[in-house]
């Protein structure tokens, strides 16, 4: 078994050794993926020394399984380069995720729908992972009509260069054009603007919850809006999700729902102020629902707030459990 991580430099990266370690995750040969710069450079992880290679160095070794966390632009081209020598690509950049001959996976909803002819794999949005797992359970038995998504999105899913200038504001320095991630300060601050612009006015994040979350569930009649927030926060991202129904509900049914879907933590005892908060989520696995009340303005309506680690759940951790989805059936 040879498993390639393909931008194991990065901010996910980094994360997705961790996961893979904390999972226990085994090959016989580990094949680190940097950039043309760094590679040759040397990487210390679980005690042993790897040296950094090249795509093409890794294509020729012909691995079994790819964790892509390079970027859109060298997932368009090395992907099929890696799937063409029999390889598993689990893609998480935005590349794939809407190409129509591609699964977009989150294994608890439809990881067991993977054939041995799935060489590349995308790995959804982070914001869409969290809620599409929370509503999936709720979508089956009484269907989703309508969502409006209101997102809190962690600084971090914007990648390294936005952690240094969240670090260098809140140090009261300057932060420089060419190392700034945002046209706004972040510290301190919240930024109606997760990626860029589109035609329609909404933006690139906003569209994702869109278009993600209809093909994950296999449904294109849901209706979904979203405005999507960049927040000074260090942990994960936090969603605010109205949900209209189409069919009736009670309150009841739909905490046992939320508390039976697999890996979903409920967390919503007000009494003692106990709900969930990215603080909570960091560093964890699990996608926690709190806040989950009825809303009275809309036929079937239902508020619920949903919070995960952004760089586990909502990237690392969702690619290494599609790995262990493919090692358990095709290896």
Aim: hydrophobic share 40%.
């Amino acid at each position: 078994m040879k498993i390639a991580i393909v931008g194991v430099t990065g901010l996910v990266g980094q994360v997705m050794q961790q996961v893979l370690t904390e999972r226990k995750i085994q090959a016989d040969e580990w094949i680190l993926v940097a950039s043309e710069r760094s590679a040759g450079k040397q990487l210390t992880w679980e005690g042993k020394e790897y040296t950094l290679i090249t795509n093409q160095e890794a294509v020729d070794a012909k691995p079994d399984i790819a964790i892509f966390s390079a970027g859109g632009s060298v997932s368009l081209e090395w992907a099929p380069k890696y799937a063409d020598v029999g390889c598993f690509v689990i893609d998480n950049s935005s590349a794939w995720r809407m190409d129509p001959s591609k699964k977009l996976v989150v294994p608890e909803i439809n990881g067991d729908k993977l054939t041995i002819d799935d060489k590349i794999i995308a790995n959804p949005n982070c914001s869409t992972i969290q809620m599409v797992l929370a509503l999936s359970g709720i979508h089956r038995k009484y269907g989703l009509n309508r969502l409006v998504i209101s997102t809190y999105q962690s600084y971090t899913g914007t990648g390294s260069l936005a952690v240094h200038q969240y670090n260098t504001e809140r140090a009261n320095q300057e932060v420089k054009g060419e190392d700034r991630a945002y046209p706004h300060p972040i510290f301190a601050n919240c930024i109606p603007h997760c990626d860029i612009f589109l035609d329609n006015d909404y933006t690139k994040e906003e569209m994702k919850l869109v278009n993600e979350t209809q093909k994950i569930l296999s449904d294109d009649s849901i209706k979904i809006t979203a405005t999507a927030v960049r927040v000074p926060v260090n942990g994960g991202h936090s969603e605010a999700v109205n949900v209209e129904l189409t069919k009736p509900y009670e309150m009841s049914d739909m905490r046992e729902l939320l508390a039976a879907t697999p890996g979903v933590v409920v967390m919503d005892d007000l009494a003692n102020n106990h709900y969930p908060t990215p603080l909570h989520a960091h560093h964890k696995d699990e996608v926690f629902v709190g806040r989950i009340r009825r809303d009275d303005t809309v036929k079937n309506g239902l508020n619920l707030w949903i919070v995960s680690d952004n760089l586990r759940k909502g990237a690392a951790t969702n690619a290494v459990q599609i790995v262990e989805k493919i090692i358990s059936r095709f290896f």
